[in-house]
């Protein structure tokens, strides 16, 4: 029947090893960690009967959490059950919190009480709170009896002796915050007495859904002390001042003093004199006696509640009949069954003496303007200003216009705030034109708008009337001011910053009204720009007006400012601001000013006082920019072969303006024993429109010069299967533009580069031509041979292609004709076409005969050698090569006279016994070579036509030029194609 019981914890850091905590019959069973905590009984056994036992723990620990196991030692001689059972403990921290402020307090019967409690908690596991007040009576031998509490579940539960006061309402506990519970007693009771406090619980539920106190705070306590109703009261007066003078404010409180003034209820009457002035009834009805109903009306007697306790009347300002002897009378009454009050005891104050003295006007009157003189429609401010205000005031303004003149009424301003208008004054007032106010209770101001200097010149006068009661006392002050006619002592200042401005700079002009900065930064005021072209007289034109209304209106006279004039006005400065500027804007300008005044009608502007200033005049003169343009001055020299492509740079180092376009052109300066002129080769502009040199106009030659734009600072010249005629210097000359506002464009700047000479190699195996130069001169009309001869061994299967140039006195060169290897000629478009006869004596010995030359025909003569050899057995295996001969200088002199000449001369006769013979055998050898080839011809069908097509090609390649360049590229086709040809028909 009675067991006996061992505790033991598995803790989690060691669920391995068993600890023992204490037994019921062996004191040394418990470990050392566990014997002290057992001896002092913080740990101990509780046995219910005798096979049930309660282990407690009175102060958990962090330790304690584990594996409990209770076990009893089996007294049987066999084990015949279970002997243990284990179970599980959570130790968490007791975060939970409850504080209130300790107070001690005193309070009536009958008076309301709120306390608040601050619960709050931080545990990490779900748990509930529940919060109670509790009172500790006096003598209730510290036994707390329960108020009001909120259980864990939300619900308020009263104590046994609360139940009635919680049902009707007298007791409650809110929550009125996240951790605040406050605690409201309408109306305390002498039960109420002694300390309070609260006590807080957390609760948690255990898996058995059994809910567990697991900690428990309590507050501070307040000490709370309750007096019993007394149902006697007294009555008290009092003043702040007892003697004041007339016009100041009186004020009386009657006070009651008395417990539970809240729920009682009072009638207060007061006297004057003994006889009643006002009366306040328990419902808060006013009533008054004789005249203190009007004054009570007009704000100037008060009677007020202030509370339960406190009662005041008050007069705003004291007259002299209400000095005397005041006092207050207090009845109670109670309320009845019935709802009716009856008066349960009444109670008078003492009397007190009030004096109410006369006052003496000392008031001082200050009068300024805020200036003396003032230019026409500028403002005028005056002020008037009282050292005291202690009554009741009312202004006065006065305007007297000259010397014995009545004055005028301007407006006026009553005490109760009136406002009245002069009969002279109502149309200005009517357009805002006159202003008069009150700042504070001692300052007065009259403000006059659009001052006319025919009006409102003169003298003003400040009238004030000080008034108390039925007293009134008068103060006046006077000033005089003065208004200047409009645009006296004003003048227009027009300046530049700069005077010469650069093409496409901006150009800024300023216009100032100096003289007066009052009067030109308040008054209405438009200024007009006026410009005279340079070199013009027809007089001074309207550029642009900004007008007084802040409209800008544009001129007609003058159309390109619109589009690139900004201007602007700021009061009475104006900036004129002209962007890019161009020759146009050259010339003479000026600006006038006119100044206004606003009329009565405030909406528009009146033109009888403007006045018009008329400013200095300023010469804007536009130059030239320097151009910054630069470029690679450098000289170079450049070696070619045959058909091999050339580079030339043109290098831009700087230039002016990162918005101008630039025109590149190319010019190429032959090497010629004159003095030959640089020819044009290819031109762009700055709208990049491609235009060719005369001499390079040609589709052959189009397609071989090319001008490259290969960044901002590079351009190139491409010259595509360069020869023999590409031999000489080339330079480039580049414009620099820029695009005006006027819609042009200007040339800034031209610069011309260093040169690049271009040095032709022969080749070692080409045909030499003799190249000496030499001089012929001839008369008029008489026959010249010109020679061309091979001076190298040449092989015996080559051809040979002869065109003779003629570079005139102007550098012109011309093609003269062509005589091609198959006995074909072609002639050039010349005048000198008919005359010329082309010879081969020999091969490699070659004449040109010119017929009857002319004066014209002077110039130099040159021929070209074109060798066409044969590599293998066709004409397509043709290797091509040229040369050049020196200059042959003609010069031609004008016919004698023809009386003896034709008699006594011999060389008529040396001719026909000479030259003759040697042209008769060459005319026979051209004609053999040219029966030759066309017996070859005939053979075959398809060579004829070809040769036909090529003769019509060729003319059109040795068509006249005016450069000595040649067209390599077409001969070389036209001679392969031959050779080839040949080739196939011998074959």
């Not at 900065?517 to 007089?539: A, E, R, Y």
């Not at 290969?710 to 080339?730: K, P, R, T």
């Not at 040449?794 to 065109?803: N, R, Y």
Request: glycine letters at 6%.
């Amino acid at each position: 029947m009675e067991q006996n019981f061992e505790w033991s914890i598995h803790r989690p850091s060691d669920p391995n090893r068993k600890l023992q905590i204490i037994s019921t019959d062996d004191a040394s069973f418990p470990y050392a960690v566990y014997s002290q905590r057992v001896g002092s009984r913080e740990i101990y056994i509780e046995r219910i009967q005798g096979d049930s036992v309660l282990l407690h723990i009175t102060e958990l620990k962090d330790m304690d959490t584990g594996e409990y196991e209770c076990y009893t030692p089996s007294t049987d001689t066999g084990y015949l059950g279970n002997y243990g059972a284990k179970t599980n403990l959570f130790v968490i921290p007791d975060l939970l919190a409850a504080t209130m402020r300790p107070q001690a307090l005193t309070q009536d019967q009958g008076d309301s009480l709120e306390l608040i409690c601050e619960v709050s908690t931080a545990t990490v596991q779900h748990t509930h709170l529940s919060v109670g007040w509790y009172l500790l009576p006096e003598g209730g031998n510290g036994q707390a009896q329960r108020i009001l509490s909120l259980s864990r579940d939300f619900v308020l539960l009263p104590g046994s002796s609360y139940n009635q006061r919680f049902s009707s309402g007298d007791i409650r506990l809110d929550k009125i915050g996240s951790r605040e519970y406050k605690l409201s007693i309408v109306s305390v009771q002498p039960s109420d007495q002694g300390e309070v406090y609260c006590e807080a619980v957390e609760w948690i539920q255990d898996p058995d859904e059994t809910w567990k106190d697991i900690a428990r705070k309590q507050t501070d306590k307040t000490s709370l002390t309750i007096r019993s109703l007394d149902q006697n009261f007294d009555v008290d007066i009092s003043v702040a001042k007892r003697s004041l003078l007339e016009g100041e404010a009186l004020q009386i409180n009657c006070s009651v003093k008395a417990q539970n003034t809240q729920n009682r209820w009072f009638r207060v009457v007061w006297r004057h004199h003994g006889m009643v002035m006002a009366s306040l009834d328990h419902y808060g009805t006013l009533s008054f006696r004789n005249d203190n109903e009007e004054r009570y009306t007009v704000g100037n007697l008060l009677v007020k509640k202030q509370s339960n306790d406190k009662y005041i009347l008050r007069i705003n300002k004291a007259e002299l009949k209400d000095k005397g002897t005041y006092s207050c009378f207090v009845s109670e009454a109670g309320q009845t069954p019935t709802g009716s009050f009856a008066i349960a005891q009444q109670k008078s104050s003492s009397a007190i003496d009030i004096d109410v003295k006369p006052r003496e006007s000392h008031l001082q009157l200050f009068v300024w303007v805020n200036k003396k003189q003032i230019m026409e429609g500028e403002t005028l401010v005056f002020s008037c200003n009282v050292s005291i205000a202690a009554n009741s005031l009312s202004v006065t303004w006065w305007h007297i216009q000259r010397d014995r003149d009545p004055p005028l009424l301007i407006a006026s301003l009553e005490q109760n705030g009136r406002l009245k208008i002069g009969a002279s004054y109502l149309e200005r007032s009517a357009h805002g034109e006159l202003r008069l106010e009150k700042r504070d209770p001692s300052t007065f101001t009259l403000t006059i708008y659009n001052t006319l200097a025919t009006k409102d010149t003169g003298l003003y006068r400040c009238e004030v009337t000080e008034w108390s009661g039925s007293r009134s006392w008068k103060h006046t002050q006077e000033i005089s001011t003065r208004v200047e006619p409009l645009g006296q002592n004003l003048k227009a200042i027009l300046s530049s910053r700069v005077p010469n401005v650069k093409l496409q700079e901006d150009l800024v002009l300023f216009c100032k009204v100096a003289g007066n900065d009052d009067i030109t930064n308040n008054v209405p005021i438009s200024i007009t720009w006026l410009f005279q072209p340079h070199l013009k007289l027809s007089g001074y034109q309207q550029v642009v007006k900004a007008t007084a209304r802040g409209t800008i209106e544009w001129g007609l006279a003058f159309m390109q400012f619109e589009k690139k004039t900004k201007i602007t006005k700021v009061s009475s400065l104006s900036q004129l601001l002209i962007h890019s500027v161009t020759w146009q804007e050259r010339g003479m300008y000026k600006c006038e000013v006119e100044i206004w005044r606003n009329s009565q009608d405030a909406r528009n502007l009146s033109a009888i006082a403007a006045s018009v200033l008329s400013s200095n005049l300023v010469e804007i003169k536009v130059t030239q920019p320097e151009s910054n343009l630069r470029l690679n001055m450098d000289v170079k020299s450049l070696e070619i072969t045959r058909n091999e492509d050339v580079r030339i740079d043109c290098r831009i180092r700087s230039w002016t303006n990162e918005n101008s376009q630039l025109g590149v052109a190319w010019y190429f300066l032959p090497f010629s024993p004159t003095n030959s002129v640089p020819l044009l080769i290819i031109r762009t502009n700055y709208t990049n429109i491609l235009e060719y040199g005369e001499a390079f106009s040609s589709l052959h030659q189009k397609s071989r010069f090319h001008n490259k734009r290969v960044s901002n600072h590079l351009y190139q010249l491409l010259i595509l299967s360069g020869g023999y005629d590409a031999h000489g210097e080339y330079y480039c000359v580049v414009d620099e533009w820029i695009w005006l506002t006027d819609g042009g464009w200007y040339k800034l700047g031209t610069m011309e580069s260093g040169k690049t000479t271009v040095y032709f190699k022969f080749s070692e195996n080409k045909p030499l031509v003799g190249r000496t130069n030499y001089s012929i001169t001839v008369t008029e009309n008489e026959d010249v041979t010109l020679n061309c001869t091979l001076q190298r061994p040449f092989q015996p299967t080559s051809h040979f292609s002869i065109s003779w140039f003629r570079v005139s006195e102007q550098s012109n060169t011309e093609t003269l004709v062509h005589m091609k290897g198959n006995g074909i000629i072609d002639y050039g478009n010349g005048t000198m076409a008919r005359r010329l006869h082309p010879h081969c004596l020999s091969v490699g010995d070659f004449l040109l005969i010119l017929q009857n030359v002319e004066k014209d025909d002077a110039g130099l003569f040159y021929c070209r050698v074109e060798e066409f050899k044969a590599v293998d057995c066709s004409a397509a295996g043709a290797k091509h090569e040229w040369g050049e001969s020196g200059f042959s200088k003609l010069v031609v002199l004008p016919s004698v006279s023809t009386s003896s000449t034709q008699i006594c001369s011999s060389p008529p006769l040396f001719r026909f016994l000479v030259f003759y013979p040697l042209v008769l055998f060459g005319i026979l050898v051209a004609a053999f070579l040219v029966w030759h080839f066309k017996k070859k011809c005939a053979q075959k069908n398809k060579l004829n036509q070809w040769e036909e097509k090529t003769s019509v090609e060729a003319a059109e390649m040795v068509a006249p030029s005016h450069s000595k360049l040649s067209s390599e590229s077409h001969n070389d086709i036209a001679e392969e194609e031959t050779n080839r040809l040949k080739g196939n028909e011998e074959d």
